[in-house]
């Protein structure tokens, strides 16, 4: 994310769920040496961000999933929702930001949103850690 907030690449591939045409664009390789995309390149870092967005949206949905085949105590049922909820929201956020070329508001927006799942995700930790001690 701060990459992406920092080279400014939400501002470019502004569509969604596609990077313009394609799910990969030659733009996301185009830098020597190869790495060069991921830290410097506005599309390889779009593309990280994007597919690193994926797989948090699926882990968190599929943790949603596995914990509520458990007995869970109030407290993990409350992060576990607030896991999911929040990785809802973020993701949302970021689809919604990527589309309008993220403006400033949608983009502080989107900032925030990272900081909340955060906190979601440091308080589930610490409610199934402090229940299996």
């Given amino acids: 994310g701060?990459?992406?907030?920092?080279l400014n690449a939400g501002k470019v591939?502004?569509?969604?769920?596609?990077?313009?045409e394609k799910w990969i664009v030659?733009?996301?390789?185009?830098?020597?040496?190869?790495?060069?995309?991921?830290?410097?390149?506005?599309?390889?870092?779009?593309?990280i961000h994007r597919y690193l967005a994926y797989l948090v949206f699926a882990f968190i949905l599929?943790?949603?999933?596995k914990a509520k085949k458990m007995q869970?105590?109030?407290s993990q049922n409350w992060?576990?929702?607030?896991?999911?909820?929040?990785?809802?929201?973020?993701?949302?956020?970021?689809?919604?930001a990527l589309l309008y070329a993220v403006p400033v508001s949608l983009g502080l927006l989107h900032q925030l949103g990272a900081f909340v799942l955060l906190?979601?995700?440091?308080?589930?930790?610490?409610?199934?850690?402090?229940?299996?001690l």
């Fill in 26 to 47: 030659d733009s996301v390789t185009a830098m020597q040496p190869w790495y060069l995309n991921f830290i410097e390149g506005l599309a390889g870092v779009q593309f």
């Fill in 72 to 74: 869970l105590s109030s």
């Fill in 79 to 96: 992060g576990v929702n607030s896991l999911a909820i929040t990785v809802g929201i973020q993701f949302v956020l970021g689809v919604i």
């Fill in 119 to 132: 906190g979601s995700t440091i308080y589930s930790l610490h409610r199934f850690r402090f229940n299996n």
């Fill in 2 to 6: 701060a990459y992406v907030a920092g």
């Fill in 62 to 65: 599929f943790l949603f999933w």
């Fill in 13 to 20: 591939y502004n569509a969604w769920p596609k990077m313009g």
